[in-house]
Every structure is written in structure tokens, then in C-alpha cells.
């Protein structure tokens, strides 16, 4: 199910990819370790091609295809003996929804910014089967545009301070907050 971006119109999009073509100059880009070396090649430019015009559920289906994953992964099991496993058959889901959501909201940031809104409001985007406590509380909780937009150009492939997004698949993502 995809996620339901209540202001995924084309002045946050413009801001999204300007922020994606920021951390592409710049080398901030976050590249999961779950992509191949194809993959790591074309993420970008398909990162910015989802930022232009498409969604989360197309960026999944592009990173699924062309050996854009591995297939395996080393990890650790509970004793710390490294492993060799699987990669989840949902990593691109996963990774498609996390970076995608988090470039929208970067541009949601600054398009708040640009307007002189200083806050968003938390969301939730999609429904989950069984929603975190952590990820409930933050549902209709105002951040600072400023503070959160800093906090995820920093924050790159870890959670955030603000914990928005809170985790992988937690449904949650910003809006824009109706002036009075």
C-alpha cells in the first residue's frame, strides 16, 4: 500500500529533487548496503526520476528489477557469529518508502520555509497493522521546519533526533499546516 503524501504536488516535488541533487554533489547520498554495484549506480537517477514524477511504490518496483539488490547479505546472529542470509524479499519496499518519504519530507521543509510556515504537522500516511507506541505519540505533533529539515540532512540512513520518520514502515510522514 502506498503511502498517502497529503502535499506530493509539484512545489514540494521541485524541493525534493533540489535536495536529492544536493546530497547526490555533495556525496551525502545514502546508498544501502542492500543495493548492488548496478544498483548503487542507477539509484540516483532514479531517486530524482520518483522525486520528479513518480512515488514510493515505483521506486520499490525499479530497485526490484535489473539486479539492483543483492541477494544476500552478511549479518549478525544472536550469539554475533556472522551470517550469510536471505535479503528480505521487502528491502526495496523498505528502503524505496524510507528514502522516498524522507526526500518528501525535506521538501516539504522547505517549501514550509520558503512560505513562512514554521511548522509541519506528523501524520500518518499509511495504515499499519500493528502501529509502534512511539510512532502513535507523534501523530499530530507540529515540528519546526527548520530544526527538522536540519536534522534530516544530517541524519542520513540513521533515525532522525526529531524521530520523524520514526524507523522503517512506520506509516508516518508530515503535512502542511492551513494558515488561519
Request: net charge negative.
Amino acid at each position: 500500500m502506498a503511502l498517502s503524501l497529503v502535499d506530493l504536488d509539484d512545489p514540494t516535488r521541485t524541493e525534493m529533487q533540489a535536495e536529492v541533487a544536493g546530497d547526490i554533489a555533495t556525496g551525502n547520498l545514502y546508498l544501502s548496503p542492500r543495493l548492488s554495484e548496478i544498483g548503487r549506480r542507477d539509484y540516483p537517477d532514479l531517486l530524482q526520476e520518483a522525486a520528479a514524477r513518480h512515488d514510493e511504490t515505483w521506486l520499490a518496483a525499479q530497485l526490484r528489477s535489473g539486479g539492483r539488490l543483492n541477494t544476500r547479505e552478511r549479518s549478525h546472529s544472536k550469539t554475533g557469529t556472522v551470517i550469510d542470509k536471505l535479503v528480505p524479499v521487502t528491502a526495496a519496499d523498505t528502503l524505496a518508502e524510507g528514502e522516498f518519504n524522507r526526500f518528501y519530507l525535506r521538501g516539504l521543509c522547505r517549501r514550509a520555509n520558503a512560505a513562512d510556515m514554521a511548522e509541519i504537522e506528523v501524520y500518518r500516511a499509511k495504515e499499519v497493522a500493528n502501529p509502534r507506541s512511539e510512532s502513535t505519540t507523534l501523530i499530530g505533533r507540529r515540528l519546526s521546519a527548520v530544526a527538522l529539515l536540519a536534522d534530516l540532512r544530517v541524519s542520513i540512513g540513521v533515525d532522525t533526533a526529531f524521530g520523524l520518520p520514526p524507523g522503517p514502515n512506520s506509516g508516518l510522514s508530515g503535512r502542511l499546516i492551513a494558515q488561519p
